[in-house]
């Protein structure tokens, strides 16, 4: 049986805006990407809710669980957002595994909407029913992107004897179907937003990075996605994980003190993706991080 695609819920069971981070691969950087982005909501004074829909690699979970014991351990004063976790379902049959997901999910989503003014969802790789479900009910949809052809692949094709796009691929066409399935329910569109993340500084790479650009700006315009800059690859990320730290937490109280200048570039980064979403109630607010 082919995995079925929910319609979004309506307007009136939820306020808060949802902001998706996924696309159909691993290694992107989507929790990197979730996590920083949910930490600067919360320094912006939004209260922020998360869901972790890769129920078993719980990357995001673990993040935050992390960060959870830094705060305690050290009662240090860092924002922590609210999270509620989802799992698989145990039923055999698809219909039913899928009925019981798709109502745990509208419960997550309705219990977050009631005390969140944002809502960040972690997406699994690869395509499931959980993904489907909440690429439907997104009003911004970020997909981090590594800077090469194999991660392109999964938006386009290219004809190399033309070096031009010959149709979207799976996730592209995911995405459209997502975004058909929203207009007909609640008749506003997804924000799809496309971040060049985990780039290199590197000369050698310059050529490749050129003709990826190239590449995805075309299909930008033939699709309809916005392309925004992403995080460079840069070991402090993963650094921090274990702590449950960002980048916008290291010189705040309970964070880890000095900020180098390798720091800084990657905060201002953080700061050029979070003002290129242009996210609702935020317009012309100075940043806070």
Request: with cysteine; glycine share 6%.
């Amino acid at each position: 049986m082919s995995v079925a695609y929910a319609p979004a819920p309506s307007a009136a069971l939820r306020q808060a805006h949802v902001i998706v981070v996924g696309n159909q691969k691993g290694g992107a950087g989507k929790s990197t990407v979730a996590m920083h982005l949910i930490v600067a909501l919360m320094r912006m004074g939004r209260r922020t809710g998360a869901l972790d829909l890769d129920v078993r690699q719980r990357s995001l979970t673990r993040y935050i669980e992390n960060r959870s014991r830094w705060i305690a351990d050290r009662a240090a004063k860092l924002p922590a957002p609210q999270i509620l976790e989802l799992r698989e379902s145990a039923q055999r049959s698809l219909d039913l595994a899928e009925a019981e997901e798709e109502a745990a999910f509208r419960l997550a989503l309705k219990r977050l909407s009631e005390t969140c003014d944002f809502i960040v969802i972690d997406s699994p790789g690869g395509d499931s029913f959980m993904a489907r479900l909440a690429h439907a009910c997104a009003d911004t949809l970020i997909t981090p992107l590594n800077d090469s052809f194999v991660d392109f692949d999964l938006l386009g094709s290219l004809d190399e004897t033309c070096a031009d796009i010959v149709r979207p691929s799976i996730y592209s066409e995911m995405v459209w179907e997502s975004r058909k399935r929203k207009a007909l329910a609640v008749r506003t569109p997804i924000d799809w937003v496309v971040l060049r993340n985990r780039t290199s500084t590197s000369r050698i790479e310059a050529k490749n990075k050129q003709r990826v650009g190239d590449a995805l700006k075309t299909l930008s315009q033939r699709i309809g996605f916005r392309l925004a800059p992403g995080l460079s690859e840069r070991v402090i990320y993963r650094e921090l994980f274990p702590q449950g730290l960002t980048m916008l937490d290291l010189d705040g109280d309970g964070g880890e003190g000095e900020m180098k200048m390798g720091h800084l570039a990657a905060r201002q980064e953080l700061r050029d993706l979070f003002l290129t979403l242009k996210l609702p109630g935020l317009e012309g607010e100075a940043l806070k991080f």
